[in-house]
């Protein structure tokens, strides 16, 4: 069919694009999911865990137990109220792929312990939410679902995928903010080393914010505004609808570069914002939907990675609460709930330090009671 000239060409395009992709696989834009066959990479694998806290070549499972070295000598630590352990303290170039966690699904643990992560020597945490947020369990309630972020059991063995890469270090630790005592945990992060970085690659960020309840007639803020680069990657969201009384109306709003009163990126209703329409429902998906409805608990959460959400010198996001129905005379109206969320975004580094957490007792407490004028 192709004379040898022609497929000579077509098998050194072949072998051109292959060797485009060995060299975009050692970058943070590689997934290497996308190109499970390729194999002669510059990449190599490690973990961390009580097992092997440094990570290092041939240096786990040295712990030993009862039943002797290597078995499952160090699986766990417990930790009580006020105590903190480094997950990791990792020397770069290397991208983290894949963290696991386990605790006992209690509220009190998965709101109560609080993960840090600080990216490149930088002082101040880039990552600081409470841990059940950060893996996609809102409320503190551990609920089995997957999406192209989080995967989770009900008995909360959670494990986030999105890519945090780092250039020359990083740390991360977990701190018992709670009141449990002598709390079992595990975890496991899978990382590769030998990465080829831009030292202006989008480090991994995640806030935790709650306001309980908010303010009338005043957008919630998902993301307070940053300033210089990045990419904002999604949320995950808590609504304690305490009222009970339909709330999905509000407007999710993206303001970039600039926007002022007006933003440039503005949906049609909360439940469409995540995939959803004509309500709510319990449906989890690659990139958006509810993973929990109890009572008047409700976990939404959408992730942009198909449609991305750049912005190149500033954004702020803030999502309305709005219901419809014959308050206030009918049709739509300002409500107020209990709102929490978890935003993950990449930005370079340097960049400002986090908003201040909530305390222990503020992520715990119940929703406002409407009747009390709270």
Known sequence: ???????ATILLGIGIMLSGCQVCQSSVAGDPADLPYLVNVPQETR??????????????????????VGRKGAAL????????????????????????????????????FVIR?????????????????????????AKAYQSAVHSMTDTAGMSIFLPMPFTKHAKITVTNEG?????????????TINETLPEDVGRLHV?????????????????????????????VIGINNVDKKWWGEGEFKAYLDGDDEFPTICGTGTEDYIGQAWGFHENAFLYGGVSLRRDWLWTLYRWHLKDPLYWKKD???????????????GGYYNKQEDVSVASFWYESIPSK??????PYAERIAEGYTPQSGR
């Open 1 to 7: 069919m192709f004379g040898h000239t022609t497929a």
């Open 47 to 68: 973990s961390i865990s009580f097992e092997n806290p440094t990570g290092q070549k041939g240096k786990g499972g040295m712990a030993a137990s009862k039943i002797g």
């Open 207 to 235: 806030l935790y914010r709650r306001e309980n309840p908010t303010t009338l007639g005043e957008d919630f803020t998902i993301l307070p505004k940053r300033t210089g680069m990045g990419r904002f990657i999604g949320c």
């Open 179 to 191: 009141t449990e005592k002598y709390v079992p945990f595990y975890y496991q992060i899978d990382l």
């Open 353 to 358: 330090p986090l908003p201040k957490l909530a």
């Open 315 to 329: 954004i702020r996001i803030t999502l309305q609460q709005i219901g419809a129905g014959d308050e206030g005379g």
């Open 77 to 112: 630590k417990n930790l009580n109220p006020g105590q903190t352990v480094t997950l990791c303290d990792f020397e770069g170039p290397a991208v983290i792929r894949r963290m696991w966690v386990t605790l006992p699904a209690k509220k009190e643990n998965l709101l109560g």
């Open 117 to 141: 992560a600080y990216w490149d020597h930088q002082k101040s945490p880039s990552i600081e939410a409470p841990i059940g947020d950060f893996f996609g369990a809102a409320h503190g309630i």
